[in-house]
């Protein structure tokens, strides 16, 4: 199977891509890797925010995409020791289906992801277009 965007081919036998759907289907995974992608983050604490997630399945989400290469850890020495995650280009293989799933949501569940309810388009919200959706 091959995964990714045009910019990034990745060659998973069928084992290891259906782990790779398993983990991305898994609660928090994708709003873990939409914060990391989209916004920014790369420390534990900022992960904290995405509304419902608790810092026991946060570990273990993390964990459990660090062993499939979504993402890397590198600690830094120092005190307190602190530790940023980022997405590897694995990881960032997963942002056109994120776009779409985003654009989705603005478009037919406006109601779920702003404040007034209104739909916006992808490039409304994110200043650009996604691959396949104006």
């Known amino acids: 199977m091959i995964f990714g965007s045009r910019s990034v081919r990745l060659r998973l036998d069928q084992k290891e891509a259906q782990k790779l759907v398993s983990l991305i289907g898994k609660k928090f995974t994708i709003h873990i890797l939409r914060n990391m992608i989209i ?37 830094y020495p120092g005190i307190p020791i602190r530790v940023e995650y ?31 309810g209104r739909p916006r388009s992808f490039k409304d ?10």
């Open 125 to 134: 919200v994110l200043g650009r277009h996604t691959e396949r959706m104006p």
């Open 39 to 75: 916004l920014g983050h790369t420390r534990f604490n900022q992960f904290e925010t995405i509304e419902g997630i608790n810092s026991k399945t946060l570990a273990v989400r993390l964990k459990e995409m660090l062993e499939n290469d979504l993402i890397e850890r590198k600690v």
């Open 86 to 116: 980022s997405v590897t280009e694995k990881g960032k293989s997963v942002l056109p289906i994120l776009e779409q799933m985003l654009a989705f949501s603005m478009k037919y569940a406006p109601e779920d992801v702003f404040a007034d």
